[in-house]
């Protein structure tokens, strides 16, 4: 596609719930991030994706975040048991290669609430 | 943990005058960029620029780095009521996996 696409675009999930945030990269292109962004802040690093492999999850902020990217292409981040700090705006970038050549292409985000 | 953190955090200005952001940094880095970040929107890329360049220009952006004070400054001339946006910058270290770090950004207001 031209972009990024990311879906939803907003989700509400009760507390305990379990959500997944869709996003598709820009086809072609081997990086993938995840970051995740709360009101007022920078975005923080969530997780990175070369093809299918998912070579840093540092950022992940407990076990009930995974992600994954099975076909090198599409990348789902799952959060289990969605808890109120869980709130934020998840954004997926892509690029064609590593970072020290390129800058991302963000999506427009989802929008997460917990209530 | 944030690596850049931009200067100042709120700007406002009038329509035609120029803005300049800074962005400090703590560790060596392989590049920085820029990205501007519309309300309930995805960061836009704006500018690279690597270590071993000083500046670079874009339209009416123009991106300084000094490695040795660990800065960047990113100016906007000629503003217009369409650069209302956050500002950040990114950091990418050297020696390191080559994932991005953002600061908390600069807010622009450019009245018209």
């Known amino acids: 596609g031209a972009g990024v696409s990311q879906s939803p675009r907003y989700k509400v999930a009760k507390r305990g719930q379990d959500v997944a945030l869709r996003c598709d990269p820009i086809s072609g292109h081997v990086s993938l991030f995840w970051y995740q962004q709360a009101l007022g802040q920078g975005p923080e690093f969530l997780t990175y994706?070369?093809?299918?492999?998912?070579?840093?999850k540092s950022g992940l902020p407990s076990d009930r975040f995974f992600a994954e990217r099975p076909e090198g292409s599409v990348s789902t981040l799952k959060i289990q048991r969605t808890q109120q700090e869980d709130s934020a705006v998840y954004l997926c970038a892509s690029s064609l290669g590593q970072a020290i050549n390129y800058g991302y292409t963000f999506g427009s985000g989802t929008r997460l609430t917990v209530v | 943990s944030q690596q850049g953190e931009e200067d100042p955090q709120a700007l406002s200005i009038q329509e035609g005058e120029n803005a300049t952001m800074n962005c400090s940094y703590k560790t060596s880095i392989n590049n920085l960029q820029w990205y501007r970040q519309n309300s309930g929107r995805g960061l836009v890329h704006l500018i690279l620029i690597r270590s071993n360049e000083r500046e670079k220009h874009s339209g009416r952006l123009r991106v300084t780095l000094d490695t040795s004070k660990k800065s960047s400054s990113l100016l906007i001339t000629a503003s217009r009521a369409a650069d209302t946006a956050s500002y950040f910058c990114a950091t990418v270290t050297s020696g390191g996996s080559y994932i991005p770090t953002f600061g908390r950004g600069t807010s622009l207001i450019v009245h018209p």
């Open positions: 994706f070369q093809n299918e492999a998912q070579l840093d």
